[in-house]
């Protein structure tokens, strides 16, 4: 049975970065036919993709325009897991942040079939 | 607010039928893209319902049933019940974002 389990803080100060890891058990982050991707929900936001990583030979990121130049998505093949880094938080970038694993062949076909269950972040000092 | 657009909430009684639109643009919905539907009960991660041309993964009656036209999709709930009572999500692929965006989720209440 494949589970996400994620970890990290739930509190980050206003200016810091956020940091969560998501470890993966029963499939593996170099994939070739899954992506792990990064959602969170927020009552002012709702769900919002924030971006995701994926080996095809070697390994691709993409993220979303909203968090382009804050975001970085790191694969970790020894540990399995992938992380995620948010700098520069805001009291807007409190949310329900969610690991998630994307399957399906293009970008019309793909859904999140698995998710992770999700951590509250907190952006206060 | 969120690129798709979906009512705030429904309802119905039991065995009755009810539908959840999910409204896009041209750049969506619109150009073509898959529809995917997920459900989020209270506490939980949303879990992927149906998607595409009425795919459903193992364990999701049929029940629940999909459509598409134009910039807008439809979720269907036939046969309701208690258990239906949760918040759905639509999801599609935004070719001007270059991203997956959501909707704004329906709250489903059966009376």
């Known amino acids: 049975q494949v589970q996400l389990q994620q970890s990290g803080p739930g509190l980050v100060k206003p200016s810091q970065t956020l940091s969560l890891t998501c470890a993966i058990s029963?499939?593996?982050?170099?994939?070739?036919?899954?992506?792990w991707n990064w959602i969170r929900q927020s009552p002012s936001r709702g769900l919002e993709w924030l971006g995701r990583?994926?080996?095809?030979?070697?390994?691709?990121?993409e993220y979303a325009v909203s968090v382009k130049s804050r975001i970085t998505i790191n694969p970790d093949t020894s540990k399995n897991q992938f992380s995620l880094q948010l700098s520069s938080v805001s009291p807007e970038d409190t949310a329900v942040y969610y690991c998630t694993r994307g399957v399906g062949g293009t970008y019309s076909t793909l859904t999140f079939d698995l998710w992770g269950r999700g951590t509250l972040v907190t952006v206060s000092s | 607010q969120s690129v798709l657009t979906q009512p705030p909430s429904v309802s119905g009684a039991p065995g009755q039928r009810v539908t959840i639109s999910c409204t896009g643009s041209s750049s969506n919905i619109g150009a073509g893209y898959d529809v995917h539907w997920y459900q989020q009960l209270p506490g939980t991660a949303p879990k992927l319902l149906i998607y595409g041309n009425n795919n459903r993964p193992s364990g999701v009656p049929d029940r629940f049933s999909v459509s598409k036209s134009g910039t807008s999709a439809s979720l269907a709930i036939t046969g309701l019940q208690a258990e239906d009572e949760s918040d759905y999500y639509c999801?599609?692929?935004?070719?001007?974002?270059?991203?997956?965006?959501f909707g704004g989720g329906t709250k489903l209440t059966v009376l």
């Open positions: 999801q599609s692929y935004d070719s001007s974002l270059s991203g997956w965006v």
């Open positions: 029963g499939d593996s982050v170099s994939s070739n036919s899954a992506a």
């Open positions: 990583t994926y080996y095809r030979s070697k390994w691709y990121y």
